[in-house]
């Protein structure tokens, strides 16, 4: 079993950054796929960026140039750096862990889920 916990949500101006933060509870964090995901409203959740336990990453073409995904296994955590965020960012980001080694993108391609945080990007 594996607790996820987002942090760092908030609202930022059109351009502005933000980093988000999840916290994994459990001794095999390292062997899981971590990912993000965003949902707007009245939108499906839609994957963010995504990196294995190699380090390997994806990212959507939204996202990329603009978000980095990192992760510390010493740490259990994984982080989603968002530069130049635009309005159309705004959404709940959840973070997402996968027990299999390869990069998925879809929802129910992945085990546990955290609760969300919200990003509101102004304009």
């Known amino acids: 079993q594996v607790q996820l916990v987002e942090s760092g949500g908030g609202l930022v101006q059109a351009g502005g950054s933000l980093r988000l933060s999840c916290a994994a509870s459990?001794?095999?964090?390292?062997?899981?796929?971590m990912g993000w995901f965003r949902q707007a409203p009245g939108k499906e959740r839609e994957s963010v960026a995504v990196?294995?336990?190699?380090?390997?990453?994806y990212y959507a073409d939204s996202g990329k140039g603009r978000f980095t995904i990192s992760r510390d296994n010493a740490k259990n955590t994984v982080a989603l750096q968002m530069n130049s965020l635009k309005p159309e960012d705004t959404a709940v980001y959840y973070c997402?862990?996968?027990?299999?080694?390869?990069?998925?993108?879809?929802?129910?391609?992945?085990?546990?889920w955290g609760q969300g945080t919200q990003v509101t990007v102004s304009s």
């Open positions: 990196i294995s336990r190699t380090g390997n990453t």
């Open positions: 997402a862990a996968r027990a299999r080694l390869y990069i998925a993108t879809m929802t129910n391609e992945y085990d546990y």
């Open positions: 459990g001794r095999t964090f390292s062997s899981y796929t």
